[in-house]
């Protein structure tokens, strides 16, 4: 038996709407009653996800800001972390000047470089035209990630050592399970390290072609014919 389910927030779990079905969060609800954890995995905050935890709770762990920072929602706390290098922020912050840039705490979001002095930035996020313009992050130690959103491109930073594998991996030993324990349910590019190295791992169909290339397991981007039908198998 599986002892955790992850699954990506956005084009995966919600909706076009920004909505969770009811029938969804109950099969999530009766996986949890088997002794599974459930775990959300998301580019933005912790905080954003928790909103849909409130009137009905059904997570037990989130991966945030692209396995930037970790929260055990049970416990309410964080379980592991990692910031951005203020030299690298600095750096980033001059590749991209004149584009606009968003710079995320654990669960605040900054427009002006200044404004963030004395705070743990875990991600940035640059808004660009083409995917070639990452390459001018070549030279230092940082993982990027390509997100669209409303048909806009944005370039997603964190540290070099994070990612939503390596969130994975930390909540696995601090419940003492395998990777060949967890089954992800993947939509975004920057799920690309848990499709790589996760046994057990699928794709929303036309959600990202990095992703489908790299698995054939893929599942409706329709979350009644795909993360629903994919919930009750388990």
Same mark, same amino acid.
């Given at each position: 038996?599986?002892?955790?389910?992850?699954?990506?927030?956005?084009?995966?779990?919600?909706?076009?709407?920004?909505?969770?079905?009811?029938?969804?969060?109950?099969?999530?609800?009766?996986?949890?009653?088997?002794?599974?954890?459930?775990?959300?995995?998301?580019?933005?905050?912790?905080?954003?996800? %928790?909103?849909?935890?409130?009137?009905?709770?059904?997570?037990?762990?989130?991966?945030?800001?692209?396995?930037?920072?970790?929260?055990?929602?049970?416990?309410?706390?964080?379980?592991?972390?990692?910031?951005?290098?203020?030299?690298?922020?600095?750096?980033?912050?001059?590749?991209?000047?004149?584009?606009?840039? %968003?710079?995320?705490?654990?669960?605040?979001?900054?427009?002006?470089?200044?404004?963030?002095?004395?705070?743990?930035?875990?991600?940035?996020?640059?808004?660009?035209?083409?995917?070639?313009?990452?390459?001018?992050?070549?030279?230092?130690?940082?993982?990027?990630?390509?997100?669209?959103?409303?048909?806009?491109?944005?370039?997603?930073?964190?540290?070099?050592?994070?990612?939503?594998?390596?969130?994975?991996?930390?909540?696995?030993?601090?419940?003492?399970?395998?990777?060949?324990?967890?089954?992800?349910?993947?939509?975004?590019?920057?799920?690309?390290? %848990?499709?790589?190295?996760?046994?057990?791992?699928?794709?929303?169909?036309?959600?990202?072609?990095?992703?489908?290339?790299?698995?054939?397991?893929?599942?409706?981007?329709?979350?009644?014919?795909?993360?629903?039908?994919?919930?009750?198998?388990?």
């Amino acid at each position: 038996m599986k002892k955790m389910v992850v699954v990506s927030f956005y084009h995966a779990l919600i909706d076009e709407e920004s909505a969770i079905s009811q029938s969804i969060m109950l099969e999530i609800e009766r996986i949890r009653k088997k002794g599974i954890l459930f775990c959300v995995c998301t580019n933005g905050t912790y905080q954003e996800v %928790l909103e849909y935890n409130k009137d009905f709770p059904f997570i037990d762990y989130i991966i945030s800001l692209n396995g930037s920072y970790i929260y055990d929602v049970l416990k309410e706390q964080c379980i592991a972390k990692k910031k951005i290098a203020i030299s690298n922020i600095k750096k980033i912050s001059t590749i991209f000047e004149g584009y606009n840039i %968003l710079y995320y705490t654990e669960n605040n979001i900054y427009e002006e470089a200044q404004e963030t002095e004395k705070k743990d930035i875990y991600k940035i996020e640059v808004e660009i035209e083409k995917e070639e313009e990452r390459e001018k992050l070549s030279k230092l130690n940082i993982n990027s990630s390509i997100f669209i959103k409303k048909d806009k491109m944005y370039l997603e930073i964190v540290s070099g050592k994070n990612s939503m594998f390596s969130g994975v991996d930390q909540i696995g030993l601090k419940n003492n399970f395998a990777l060949k324990d967890v089954i992800a349910v993947c939509a975004n590019e920057s799920d690309y390290s %848990l499709v790589t190295n996760l046994p057990y791992s699928y794709v929303i169909k036309d959600s990202c072609k990095k992703l489908e290339k790299a698995t054939r397991r893929k599942i409706s981007k329709n979350p009644k014919e795909g993360i629903e039908i994919f919930l009750k198998k388990i």
